[in-house]
């Protein structure tokens, strides 16, 4: 066993959890992203690899067996991206939960002192802002860290570390504590009780101690104004991100150990900061390799994990320091040698793109959305000071609307607040679009849209998004022409790819995800069209309400008339339209829309039913153009996402032709394939896709209807058609199969944990059966993690002296299972698994 390192070395590792929003601004749904699959979009990758195993990390003995599963974010310092933990709590809340319940243990371990810490909220550059624009992205982190983690935050994280005075003077002024910044930003530093400067740059300051930033101003009592200050340590956190230091348990307790100073009783902090996706997604298992870091190799090497709030509570600062003030005194940061310039300009920082690109469209982008951002704020302020005491004010505490945009009461207390007088519904939608306008504004700076390396990529073209969202917000309130001046400063901005022009880029791929009112009723229109029985509620973030639907012909076409009310739950605006689709020809939809009431859309009908007969297609279109008073909406101007649904939909009968059509082949090629199969040759492609298309029909209809208790004889039943299909030389594939196996095991677990009843261990080993008969690449993590919470819930603490039959029965069953399923039951038996371990599982008990 090693020996302890020092009588009071603590450590604290910390994790920068962010990634880029990727929602589309008006519908907030993250769109597919072919570079993420085999997952839908970069977010679900990162939550399967970083974010879903670091609240539940394996812990494993020589075999690799599960001896553990630990929650990390007990002992990982960390700070989640407000908009990643809003996508988050929206399609993972039991992950969401897990972090959450992990901070809150937190702050009970560590005297009142919790791991987590805020993030200014959009991922901004705080020095490259402006000054409202700072303090609203520091504010609204601030409030968004209250509303979730339910405590006051006492640091905050600087997106990319950049920092210069004017963001220290602000987080002073929002009562921030402190912050963490990395070595290289260190200038000077000095005892607090004064004395000479030392100079420490290049990295060389102390990081084993916090430091204090003093300010030139007092608080208006008179207190000294200052921020405390972490700096982590360079070559270890480098290691941990981009050498593999998070390979091997022993090797991080052993480089963590060479960094304490032995001679030096006074307590010391060995800080390092990386981003949190490095622990599973940029370094594979690097979650279970911190996981058995913090429950086994620290406490051997004497090493105590804490967070930077305990620790400056225990060792506030002794000295004060001075931070570089980078080229021109715009700042520094982490991941820039050149102070902050990786987001203003061509600075040489890239991220490996080909050889000859450069990023002389950093210049240019900024520019545009400067002078966006400027002319936006121009409308705001005149409009807003209509409505309210203080616009900037409003701005500020707009979080609430901004986290819970759907509650009412919350939005009754703000207009109370920020509204010069009582307001009707007008003045209030008013209100709303104008602050939604700001949100965009800010969000349209997210730091990613320069971070990388050719303004084509996805980040610089969701910013993009952002500001299309603010020119359109803000059409109503001003007569300039907002957009084109977008997109006449982007001119100037050149693509490595081909030298396309902002504007061209703009124009391709920002402007078709523009969504107006007519293009959601058109989807609506065409989606009722296809199925009469569609219940959609929300569409493209709306609300949607359709009344004086009809199905009805016009002129001899199959068509249905509807009237329908929207209303934007960001802004509170509504909208009415009528609408009229038809089938122009076989398989072609074309839709009419305008905006009416419902006694418009009444009247309208009657124009319509009112129309010669016998006109063609194109005397049709002409007269219904002319009445609803623009050309018709097709199946290619719809959202990509949605143009799929309405053209699967559409093809659906033509679909349905060709499956009986293929059946038929596949029951008059069973012999022919029985012969090949006899003689081991390959069957012929015109024979083998109709038969493997039909059978994986008939595979997924068998899949369709199981469910619990999964009998015997359902099971070797689908066992049986993939063994067919192999038999005949015909591939399945198995991906439906093992999905469902695996979403069939996981709800088993998660009844188990509900009514204790061992009926559900049974059905999940026949479900492994299944498995290991057809050898399925089951994704076990989830029902791992729920029966580990079985196990520590009821096996462990009862086992020894079960008080009845049953209850023996159900720890037997739940141990059959658990070794099952990879655990090492010896763990239980001996105590092995300490730490934290007991309350693994925090989301999920």
């Not at 070794?819 to 763990?827: E, L």
């Amino acid at each position: 066993m090693p020996q302890h390192t020092h009588p009071d070395a603590r450590v604290v590792l910390h994790g920068h959890f962010y990634q880029p929003p990727r929602e589309n601004p008006w519908t907030e749904v993250v769109p597919v992203e072919p570079g993420a699959a085999p997952y839908h979009d970069w977010n679900e990758r990162i939550t399967a690899e970083a974010y879903r195993p670091n609240t539940a990390a394996r812990i494993l003995d020589a075999g690799g067996r599960i001896q553990a599963i630990v929650n990390n974010f007990e002992s990982l310092s960390f700070d989640v991206g407000p908009t990643l933990f809003a996508w988050l709590e929206r399609h993972h809340p039991e992950i969401a939960g897990r972090i959450l319940a992990a901070d809150h243990r937190s702050v009970a371990a560590h005297g009142g002192h919790g791991n987590a810490i805020a993030q200014a909220y959009n991922h901004a550059i705080l020095p490259l802002c402006n000054e409202r624009d700072r303090r609203t992205q520091i504010q609204w982190g601030l409030r968004e860290f209250q509303h979730r983690f339910r405590r006051p935050a006492a640091g905050m994280w600087l997106p990319e570390t950049a920092v210069d005075g004017a963001t220290v003077e602000a987080l002073m002024d929002a009562g921030v504590r402190f912050t963490v910044l990395a070595p290289y930003q260190a200038w000077r530093v000095r005892p607090l009780a004064g004395g000479d400067w030392v100079e420490v740059g290049e990295g060389r300051v102390d990081g084993r101690r916090p430091y204090r930033i003093r300010s030139a101003r007092s608080h208006p009592d008179g207190r000294e104004r200052f921020l405390d200050v972490f700096f982590y340590d360079g070559p270890i956190s480098r290691a941990v991100s981009f050498e593999h230091l998070l390979r091997n348990s022993d090797d991080l307790a052993s480089r963590l150990a060479l960094a304490v100073q032995p001679a030096d009783r006074a307590p010391q902090l060995i800080a390092v900061a990386v981003d949190g996706e490095t622990y599973g997604h940029h370094e594979p298992f690097g979650d279970m390799c911190h996981a058995a870091f913090a429950t086994m190799k620290a406490p051997a090497r004497g090493l105590r994990l804490t967070n930077f709030a305990a620790f400056l509570h225990e060792c506030p600062p002794t000295h004060e320091v001075e931070l570089q003030p980078g080229p021109g005194g715009e700042g520094t940061a982490w991941s820039c040698a050149h102070g902050v310039g990786r987001w203003k300009r061509d600075c040489g920082c890239a991220t490996g793109g080909p050889a000859g690109w450069n990023q002389a469209w950093r210049a240019p982008l900024r520019t545009a959305l400067d002078n966006l951002r400027d002319a936006a704020a121009r409308v705001f302020e005149a409009h807003g000071a209509r409505l309210f005491h203080d616009p900037w004010a409003a701005r500020d505490d707009a979080i609430d609307l901004v986290l819970r945009p759907d509650h009412a009461a919350l939005a009754e207390e703000f207009f109370a607040r920020h509204l010069r007088v009582a307001a009707d519904h007008a003045r209030r939608v008013e209100a709303r679009t104008l602050l939604e306008s700001q949100r965009h504004a800010m969000a349209m700076y997210t730091s990613c849209g320069w971070f990388f390396d050719d303004l084509g990529g996805i980040e610089p073209i969701q910013n993009l998004r952002y500001a299309a969202r603010v020119a359109q917000l803000l059409q109503p309130f001003t007569s300039e022409d907002l957009e084109g001046h977008l997109r006449g400063d982007l001119e100037a901005a050149k693509s490595n790819v081909d030298g396309a022009s902002g504007t061209a880029l703009y124009d391709a791929r920002v402007r078709p995800d523009v969504h107006t009112p007519r293009r959601t009723v058109a989807t609506l229109a065409f989606l009722r069209f296809l199925d009469a029985g569609a219940t959609e509620r929300t569409l493209h973030g709306l609300a949607v309400r359709e009344s004086e639907a009809e199905g009805t012909f016009v002129d001899g076409a199959r068509a249905r008339r509807g009237h329908v009310w929207m209303r934007d739950r960001r802004t509170g605006a509504e909208h009415e339209g009528s609408y009229l689709v038809l089938e122009a020809a076989a398989q072609e939809l074309e839709c009419y829309v305008t905006d009416a009431d419902v006694e418009q859309h009444r009247r309208l009908g009657v124009q319509v039913a009112a129309l010669a007969s016998g006109l063609g297609p194109r005397e049709r279109r002409v007269e219904l153009t002319a009445l609803f008073g623009a050309p018709p909406v097709g199946i290619a101007d719809l959202e990509a996402a949605d143009r799929r649904t309405v053209a699967v939909r559409l093809a659906s009968s033509r679909i349905a032709g060709l499956r009986q059509g293929y059946r038929d082949i596949w029951h008059a090629s069973r012999t022919f394939l029985q012969d090949f199969a006899a003689m081991h040759l390959e069957v012929p492609l015109e024979i083998r896709l109709p038969c493997e298309f039909t059978l994986q029909a008939d595979l997924e209809e068998t899949l369709s209807k199981l469910a619990p208790p999964f009998a015997v004889q359902t099971l070797d039943a689908i066992a049986a058609q993939v063994v067919e299909a192999a038999s005949l030389g015909l591939r399945l594939d198995a991906s439906g199969l093992a999905n469902a196996v695996t979403s069939h095991l996981r709800e088993a677990m998660r009844a188990l944990l509900h009514d204790r009843d061992p009926a559900h261990c049974v059905a999940a080993e026949r479900l492994l059966d299944l498995a290991d008969k057809l050898a399925l690449p089951l994704r076990r993590a989830e029902a791992e993690e729920l029966l580990y919470a079985s196990v520590l819930r009821e096996v462990v603490p009862r086992r020894p002296h079960p008080r009845a039959p049953a209850e023996r029965a159900l720890c037997d069953a739940i141990l059959r299972l658990a070794v099952r399923m990879g655990f090492d039951p010896h763990a239980w038996d001996s105590g092995a698994a300490t730490g934290s371990e007991t309350a693994a599982v925090p989301g999920l008990q």
